[in-house]
């Protein structure tokens, strides 16, 4: 009863490592492999083991015993020869659960490697392709140029046909932003260098002003590659210039009002006395840009990265700064009446002789800003603020102490705090 309890104990364990190392591909067979493969390799090692034990013992496993002492000898030697096939199962099945382990692991990781760097060619060549389509519309570009400048020479008001605007429109559809190939890396975000060399031709073609509008509403410039281009001047009133990039670009004394540029590149470019009411910047990031004497009434900056920005002397009465960066931006002499600066960073930010009256600087984080003559009348603030002022170590708190105090109001919905001037 016992051989048998043995045998079927046996038969069990060669079952379940069978199906394990079938599992695990053990032998590794890349086309096909399944279950009964692993039970037929195992069950192949396990009468090799079976018959090594036969040897070892130099008794035949599963024979009958012919009298009482070598049935008692034969029961000891079948227990001890049971006990050392089921140590020796175990530790062979053990051993393969962590090759298996191993391999299937390293197995993995190289298939994951395989994808990725598949996936980085098709990318690759995809952008290649993009970029050769593109290359081809160059020929396309010119010939529409070519019959702009061949319209104005015949028109003294400086106007195109809708027919050229039209076909410049669907011109633009087609010029789809791809990503630069630089060595064997991809750049992040895709731009379209051609739309970018349609507007720059567009802008110096001293067109009408009713032609132009029409041209900025309907021809697509959004993603467009304008890095360091020269726009001084132009007028970009309106324009849909989103996820564009213009590091770098010149846009001194340019009209940017209204103009749609949420997400855009526009680190250092030069906006001074730019015309920028109403632009939407938009997460855009506009650290290291010049916007002194910078026009940005109701603009919006919401999400946006003005990093050492120079807003020296700007207009941005009633500007959205909401959650916006402006760590060790320059507003030397700039008016922010009535702006929005809830939960805006001002770290080590200048706000010499700034105007704040009336705007919202709840949340804000004013850590070593430079305070020197900042106007605060009707500034929205917490009820701690002055205890805030002091933790910040703000550079001209005394001077703050000295002229302000925080009152508050009472309404329908709350309590409201502002700063007010000491009598």
Not at 125 to 139: A, D, M, Y
Not at 168 to 175: C, I, V
Not at 385 to 398: A, I, P, Q
């Amino acid at each position: 009863m016992k051989r048998k309890i043995v045998l079927l104990l046996c038969i069990a364990l060669s079952i379940l490592f069978g199906w394990t190392l079938g599992y695990l591909r053990l032998p590794y067979v890349h086309e096909k492999y399944s279950f009964w493969l692993g039970a037929i390799c195992f069950s192949a090692l396990f009468m090799a083991i079976v018959s090594l034990l036969k040897l070892w013992n130099k008794q035949a496993l599963f024979s009958r015993p012919s009298n009482k002492k070598q049935d008692s000898e034969t029961a000891s030697d079948s227990k001890t020869t049971a006990l050392k096939l089921i140590v020796l199962v175990m530790g062979i099945g053990l051993c393969a659960l962590a090759m298996g382990h191993v391999l299937v692991k390293g197995q993995l990781k190289d298939q994951a490697v395989v994808n990725q760097h598949q996936k980085k060619i098709i990318k690759e060549q995809g952008q290649v392709i993009s970029l050769f389509k593109n290359r081809n519309f160059g020929e396309m570009i010119n010939a529409v140029l070519i019959l702009a400048e061949r319209e104005l020479e015949l028109d003294s008001n400086r106007r195109l046909s809708n027919q050229l605007i039209n076909r410049m429109a669907a011109l633009s559809q087609a010029l789809e932003p791809y990503t630069s190939s630089a060595g064997d890396s991809l750049n992040a975000k895709a731009h379209s260098p051609e739309r970018g060399q349609l507007l720059l031709a567009l802008s110096i073609m001293q067109l009408d002003s009713i032609t132009f509008m029409k041209i900025k509403s309907e021809v697509l410039f959004t993603f467009a590659d304008l890095r360091g281009a020269d726009l001084e001047g132009a007028d970009l009133s309106g324009i849909d210039l989103s996820n564009s990039v213009l590091e770098n670009a010149n846009l001194m004394n340019a009209n940017l009002s209204k103009a749609q540029l949420q997400n855009t590149n526009l680190y250092a470019a030069n906006m001074r006395n730019a015309q920028l009411e109403e632009a939407d910047f938009s997460h855009s990031n506009l650290s290291w840009a010049v916007l002194n004497d910078a026009y940005l009434k109701f603009a919006v900056f919401n999400g946006a990265y003005l990093r050492n920005t120079q807003l020296m002397k700007a207009d941005l009465r009633e500007v959205f700064f909401q959650y916006a960066d402006l760590s060790g931006a320059i507003l030397n002499e700039s008016d922010l009446s009535g702006s929005d600066l809830i939960g805006t960073r001002f770290i080590k930010t200048n706000f010499t002789k700034v105007n704040l009256g009336n705007a919202r600087l709840v949340q804000a984080d004013f850590t070593q800003a430079i305070l020197y003559e900042t106007a605060l009348n009707n500034a929205k603030v917490e009820n701690n603020w002055f205890t805030k002022v002091s933790e910040w170590k703000v550079l001209g708190e005394k001077n703050l102490f000295n002229a302000y105090v925080i009152d508050s109001t009472q309404s329908e919905t709350g309590t409201s705090f502002y700063v007010s001037r000491k009598k």
